[in-house]
T-cell receptor, first 110, second 114 residues
Framework: KQEVTQIPAALSVPEGENLVLNCSFTDSAIYNLQWFRQDPGKGLTSLLLIQSSQREQTSGRLNASLDKSSGRSTLYIAASQPGDSATYLCAVRGAQKLVFGQGTRLTINP | KAGVTQTPRYLIKTRGQQVTLSCSPISGHRSVSWYQQTPGQGLQFLFEYFSETQRNKGNFPGRFSGRQFSNSRSEMNVSTLELGDSALYLC?????????????FGSGTRLTVV
């Protein structure tokens, strides 16, 4: 059974810092890994999708890496801004479903 | 291009009642999945439909059911509501045969059972 763990559960940093969010999974037989952002009471917004054959993906200030053999992914956020405050979720795709981590609640202080 | 549309956004129901939630996927997406999000359990998979057939089902009681129509729209039904069914229900759509494609989520339906 696939299990996804995100560390840390919460993170508070001052504006402008670069930061790294971690995601680990127990079963390396995945199709892809997706990072999402969720604002309070809202749905999920897809940030980055990494295929199982890829090592990383970049979008603006965001960079996600994937090491399938070790069951790890990281989301790097450069030059953080208060608008980046949200919960960040990673999810791995197995057979016809996503398995989510519990998320990292990120607060960027002005 | 329109996103995933879920209706209604909010619902308040009484224990014992039943409820139906609706999800319209992105045009061209034929796979629709449902997830339940609660503070204690996080996001949990309910079921996935493709071409009107349920392809996969999560570990939920039979009170939770769904269906998909020929236009790919999907509905989820919960019968005999319990207080623990209070949650944010999220629908996601994906391309057909899309093991290598990502999911796009709707804004969710917030269900409160009193």
């Amino acid at each position: 059974k696939q299990e996804v763990t995100q560390i840390p559960a919460a993170l508070s940093v001052p504006e402008g810092e670069n930061l790294v969010l971690n995601c680990s999974f127990t079963d390396s037989a995945i199709y892809n890994l997706q990072w999402f952002r969720q604002d309070p009471g809202k749905g999920l917004t897809s940030l980055l999708l990494i295929q199982s054959s890829q090592r990383e993906q970049t979008s603006g200030r965001l960079n996600a890496s994937l090491d399938k053999s070790s069951g790890r992914s990281t989301l790097y956020i450069a030059a953080s801004q208060p608008g980046d405050s949200a919960t960040y979720l990673c999810a791995v795709r197995g057979a016809q479903k996503l398995v989510f981590g519990q998320g990292t609640r990120l607060t960027i202080n002005p | 291009k329109a996103g995933v549309t879920q209706t209604p956004r909010y619902l308040i129901k009484t224990r014992g009642q039943q409820v139906t939630l609706s999800c319209s996927p992105i045009s061209g997406h034929r796979s629709v999945s449902w997830y339940q999000q609660t503070p204690g359990q996080g996001l949990q998979f309910l079921f996935e439909y493709f071409s009107e057939t349920q392809r996969n089902k999560g570990n939920f009681p039979g009170r939770f059911s769904g269906r998909q129509f020929s236009n790919s729209r999907s509905e989820m039904n919960v019968s005999t509501l319990e207080l623990g069914d209070s949650a944010l229900y999220l629908c996601a759509s994906s391309l057909v045969g899309a093991d290598n494609y990502g999911y796009t989520f709707g804004s969710g339906t917030r269900l409160t059972v009193v």
